[in-house]
């Protein structure tokens, strides 16, 4: 295949809402160019992009699929993105990677949640932005609707480029007022007939012809000053314009297709090879140094890894961008993340399932390989003597958690391989074997991402799985001081067991000063501090270890071993066995033995008179809770209000953006174990969330009985 120079790519991400149609566009650009000769259709499973048995059985995209168009002498990477917001990873991995996105959307229903997330994530990288109107053949599709609805969301940069004349099962033509040309389509789609613009649209199309150009002269002064002059722009200083005013996010150009007849998709790859900005005209990445790395051929060889596909009979399909350079067959390159060397044995450009082998890939270019022994996604391959680091993907939040076991027990170490293999090919699955909770967690971002994960386990690894409702990580504190004294004393011949410890345990909160003396009754305990250790809980919150034994009723060689008893109780504490936290203890007598007495003696002592006061203290049980912000239309806000409100949330503020409200709002973790599923059926998906941990509250004492009594039967139990 042709090499191609850095100046004739340019990098796309096709993005949309569920159902917009991006897989049979994928399809009518491939056989426009020439790179397909037949159409395939989803309902045969038979389509370059869903090519995995997973997306066949499901009947939707899981995974990102890279594929290539070549259109007059440049080359187009294309990487088409899962619509379902349970997929984001892919679609934000293939922005980072790519230079415009073509935002597809569905004419029945204009703009959706998932044009809202995918918008979010441009704006944050800065990256142009192409509004794709499809399916304008369904009987429900409004154009002008769906054109207002943009400009209302996006304001007057959303330039219309073209419109249809009519829309319904009978849509065969539009205006397009960069040509001012009439196309028209038969029955197959494929190459329209031009004619000049009927006499009942000449003055819409002069009106909207007049906006774009004043859109696109605004970009360049040049531009600007002849446009006062003549109110006129030939094509190629139009194009001009409009790349400049996509490059800098001033100008939305809103196109018009119907990919299931292949109407208006010829015309699209003309826009997209003229006018699209080149690798090269947008803002250089940069590496971990906060170095600026332009796509200079001549430049040092550094390519990054942004994704890792799993194919039967091939093994780890390695997808990478060349950042920098020239890479060739045969090239040793040294992975400055893991430190390893690596041989480019194979190079391929790709569409989907099917590679063509290629000498070489210029900076900018995308290609893949197989076969390398140590690379991961993430990394960065390097050429000797180039040290960049790439380290710019920043991955959505989980939503979702669930716990996750394998049927047959002597399968768990299999299926652990399996998700750490399943984690390199979407890095939006995180795994977590919790210590404190004594469950394997699988999280992700919502409920088809988690059922995804069990199906692959079963169908392709053949691992029957189990996946339930994680465990909540409750935490334990006190509200009040308290004390307790405790003898441990055991003889059985020989050198026996002895300690006597006295505590005194109270709430601690940061910058407390040390205490002077306790009142408990009528006696009066006085604290003089003779050693304090701070110690940060790996789980959260402080524990505060204080010595104030006087007279050597306790040899000071045995504080450790209290406090390791201490220690073993606030990991496992007595109300419900959750971790404790935000407590100090104050040990202030005791007794010990010249013979009995040993460290496991004063730990045990310790554990025991530390539990006992604990539970003399005002013990209570603190809950996680959890920042949300929820996007929805407004006209679905009451219901998703009243349902967080149902979930004993907190609703803290509201705004709009984009057309969509902003829900903020605080809410327990324990409410929120099927929130993903419950706003998508509350909305119809209409509606998405983001969720991370803000702190921990006290839990209300009808639920904290409850819960407490439900440990004590299971240890019973």
């Known amino acids: 295949m042709k090499v191609y120079n850095s100046h004739d790519i340019k990098n796309i991400a096709l993005l949309g809402n569920d159902g917009s149609g991006k897989t049979t566009l994928t399809e009518a650009l491939l056989f426009e160019s020439g790179q397909i000769k037949r159409r395939g259709r989803i309902t045969a499973k038979n389509t370059v992009s869903d090519y995995f048995p997973v997306e066949q059985d499901y009947g939707y995209s899981v995974f990102s699929t890279v594929f290539h168009v070549?259109?007059?002498?440049?080359?187009?990477?294309?990487?088409?993105?899962?619509?379902?917001?349970?997929?984001?990873?892919?679609?934000?991995?293939?922005?980072?990677?790519?230079?415009?996105?073509?935002?597809?959307?569905?004419?029945?229903?204009?703009?959706?949640?998932?044009?809202?997330?995918?918008?979010?994530?441009?704006?944050?990288?800065?990256?142009p932005v192409i509004f794709l109107v499809n399916q304008l053949d369904d009987e429900k599709c409004d154009f002008d609707t769906v054109l207002a609805e943009l400009r209302s969301a996006y304001g007057p940069k959303a330039i219309p480029v073209q419109y249809p004349l009519g829309t319904g099962p009978g849509f065969c033509s539009l205006i397009d007022v960069i040509l001012m040309k009439k196309l028209t389509w038969g029955p197959d789609g494929g190459e329209p007939t031009l004619e000049d613009i009927p006499a009942d649209e000449a003055d819409r199309a002069e009106a909207m012809h007049r906006a774009l150009v004043e859109a696109a002269a605004e970009n360049d002064e040049g531009l600007m000053e002849k446009f006062f002059e003549t109110e006129h722009l030939t094509e190629d200083e139009m194009r001009e314009g409009i790349r400049k005013g996509m490059a800098s996010r001033s100008v939305f150009p809103v196109f018009c297709v119907c990919a299931s007849k292949n109407m208006g998709v010829g015309r699209l790859m003309e826009f997209l090879g003229n006018v699209v900005p080149f690798v090269d005209e947008m803002p250089a990445e940069h590496n971990t140094r906060g170095e600026a790395v332009a796509p200079d051929p001549s430049g040092p060889t550094s390519l990054f890894f942004f994704k890792t596909g799993v194919e039967p009979h091939i093994g780890e399909v390695q997808y990478f961008k060349v950042m920098s350079g020239t890479v060739s067959e045969g090239d040793d390159l040294v992975n400055a993340d893991r430190g390893s060397r690596e041989r480019m044995a194979q190079l391929f450009v790709c569409s989907g399932a099917t590679r063509d082998?290629?000498?070489?890939?210029?900076?900018?270019?995308?290609?893949?390989?197989?076969?390398?022994?140590?690379?991961?996604?993430?990394?960065?391959?390097?050429?000797?003597?180039?040290?960049?680091?790439?380290?710019?993907?920043?991955?959505?939040?989980?939503?979702?958690?669930?716990?996750?076991?394998?049927?047959?027990?002597?399968?768990?170490?299999?299926?652990?391989?399996?998700?750490?293999?399943?984690?390199?090919?979407?890095?939006?699955?995180?795994?977590?074997?919790?210590?404190?909770?004594r469950q394997t967690l699988v999280r992700?971002?919502?409920?088809?991402?988690?059922?995804?994960?069990?199906?692959?386990?079963?169908?392709?690894?053949?691992?029957?799985v189990e996946l339930s409702p994680q465990k909540i990580p409750y935490r334990e504190t006190i509200t009040r001081p308290a004390r307790a004294d405790y003898r441990h004393k055991k003889q059985s011949g020989g050198a026996g067991q002895f300690a006597e410890v006295h505590l005194v345990v109270e709430p601690y909160s940061?910058?407390?000063?040390?205490?002077?003396?306790?009142k408990f009754g009528g006696q009066e305990i006085r604290v003089t501090v003779r050693g304090r250790e701070e110690i940060d809980l790996e789980w959260g919150g402080k524990l505060v270890f204080i010595n104030s034994v006087v007279g050597g009723a306790i040899d000071?060689?045995?504080m450790p071993a209290i406090l390791k008893g201490v220690m073993s109780r606030m990991e496992q504490g007595p109300l419900t066995g959750s971790y404790a936290r935000d407590v100090r203890v104050v040990v202030y007598d005791g007794k010990m033995h010249p013979v009995d007495s040993n460290e496991l003696s004063f730990m045990l002592a310790g554990r025991a008179a530390f539990s006992q006061a604990f539970r003399e203290a005002g013990p209570k049980v603190l809950e996680p809770i959890c920042d949300v912000e929820v996007f929805v239309p407004a006209a679905l806000l009451g219901d998703v209000m009243s349902d967080l409100q149902g979930r004993r949330g907190l609703i803290v503020g509201m705004s709009s953006?984009?057309?969509?409200?902003?829900l903020q709002a605080k809410v327990p973790l324990r409410e929120l174990s099927d929130y993903a599923t419950t706003l998508s059926s509350l909305t119809g998906g209409r509606a998405s969330f983001v969720m991370k941990f803000a702190s921990y509250e006290l839990l209300p004492p009808d639920l904290q009985s409850k819960l407490t009594a439900e440990s004590d039967s299971a240890r019973e139990e």
């Open 70 to 127: 070549e259109w007059n002498n440049k080359k187009l990477n294309i990487i088409d993105c899962p619509g379902s917001d349970d997929f984001v990873g892919a679609a934000i991995t293939a922005l980072q990677v790519t230079d415009t996105a073509l935002l597809l959307i569905n004419g029945r229903f204009g703009p959706e949640v998932g044009t809202q997330n995918h918008f979010r994530y441009t704006e944050k990288l800065g990256k």
């Open 357 to 437: 082998k290629v000498e070489r890939l210029q900076a900018g270019d995308i290609g893949c390989t197989v076969k390398l022994r140590d690379v991961r996604t993430g990394n960065t391959l390097n050429a000797k003597g180039c040290e960049n680091r790439f380290n710019f993907i920043r991955y959505p939040r989980p939503k979702i958690t669930r716990a996750i076991r394998a049927l047959n027990e002597a399968d768990t170490e299999k299926m652990m391989a399996a998700l750490s293999r399943m984690r390199q090919e979407d890095p939006t699955w995180e795994v977590e074997q919790s210590k404190e909770l």
């Open 444 to 464: 992700g971002q919502g409920e088809f991402h988690l059922r995804t994960l069990k199906w692959r386990l079963e169908n392709l690894d053949k691992i029957p």
């Open 510 to 518: 940061e910058g407390m000063p040390d205490p002077t003396a306790y």
């Open 556 to 558: 000071a060689r045995f």
């Open 657 to 662: 953006e984009h057309g969509y409200e902003k």
